[in-house]
C-alpha cells in the first residue's frame, strides 16, 4: 500500500515537473520527462511493485537468490580451471591422438662437410678491454659536465 502511494506521488510530480518543462517552451524535454514520470504508475498497475515488495521481504526468495549466486560462483570456477588447463576432456584427448598419430621418429643427420672429428670450434673474438667499455659513458658523462 505504501509502495503504491509513493509510486503515485512520484508520477504526479514527475507530471508536474513535465507540465513546467512545457511551459517554458521545452517540449521535447516535456516529453521525455513525462515518459520517465509515467514508469512508476504503470508499474504499480501492472502488478510488478506488489511482486517486488513481496519477493524483497521473503526469506525464501532470499534464499533462492543466494543458490542463484553459488550456481554462478561454481560456474565461474569451473570455466576459470578450464581455461587453465587448456580445454574441455574431450578436447584434451583428441589432441593428444593427434599428437601420437602425427608422431614420427627423427632421421639421422648427415654430418656436416666442413666439420671432421678433430676440428676445434672457430676461436671467439677477444673480448673488448674494460676501458672500451666504460669510455662511451665517460664521453657522456662528461659532455653534460658530470
Known sequence: MIAETVCSALSAAGLGIAAVTAYRKR????ARVAAYSLIPIGLVMTGVVGWAA???FSPTAWAGF????????????TRAV????GGTRKE?????????QEAVPPAPSA???????GTRPAARP????????????????KKHGI
Open 54 to 56: 513481496n519477493t524483497a
Open 27 to 30: 517540449f521535447l524535454t516535456a
Open 126 to 141: 677477444k673480448a673488448a678491454s674494460r676501458d672500451d667499455d666504460f669510455s662511451d659513458i665517460e664521453a657522456i658523462l
Open 111 to 117: 654430418p656436416s662437410l666442413g666439420e671432421g672429428r
Open 92 to 100: 584434451r584427448r583428441a589432441a593428444a591422438r593427434a599428437a601420437r
Open 82 to 85: 578450464e581455461r587453465r588447463r
Open 66 to 77: 543466494a543458490l542463484l549466486g553459488a550456481a554462478w560462483a561454481v560456474f565461474l570456477a
